[in-house]
């Protein structure tokens, strides 16, 4: 079974930093493309970074170019989010997620989420 379990939920400062992690089980890590998308109530989902299988490759939403970094962590299975100099537009619940093929279907592609880690960023 594919999971996806993320942590690092905090209360955090504006101007603050925080870092993500989301532990991967149950698929071939070193496959797949990874994913943070977040969740505010005025927004709803939104993209906000991915990386690529061998971890050279990383793309973000504009927004937050130059303050988030993700990267993988293959000992433990993991991908991460850095974020710096966080404001209160970046509260929101923050998901990992993966679009995958199993070797039973590989014609289809299916998406795991994760459970979600909330930020909030507030004085």
């Known amino acids: 079974e594919v999971q996806l379990v993320e942590s690092g939920a905090e209360l955090v400062q504006p101007g603050g930093s925080l870092r993500l992690s989301c532990v991967a089980s149950g698929f071939t890590f070193t496959s797949y493309t990874m994913t943070w998308v977040r969740q505010t109530p005025g927004k709803g989902l939104e993209w906000m970074a991915s990386?690529?299988?061998?971890?050279?490759?990383?793309i973000y939403l504009e927004s937050v170019k130059g303050r988030f970094t993700i990267s993988r962590n293959y000992r433990k299975n993991a991908v991460d989010l850095q974020m710096n100099s966080l404001t209160s537009d970046d509260t929101a619940v923050y998901y990992c997620?993966?679009?995958?093929?199993?070797?039973?279907?590989?014609?289809?592609?299916?998406?795991?989420w994760g459970q979600g880690t909330p930020v909030n960023v507030s004085s």
């Open positions: 990386v690529n299988s061998g971890g050279i490759t990383r």
């Open positions: 997620n993966v679009d995958f093929r199993t070797a039973a279907s590989p014609w289809i592609t299916k998406t795991a």
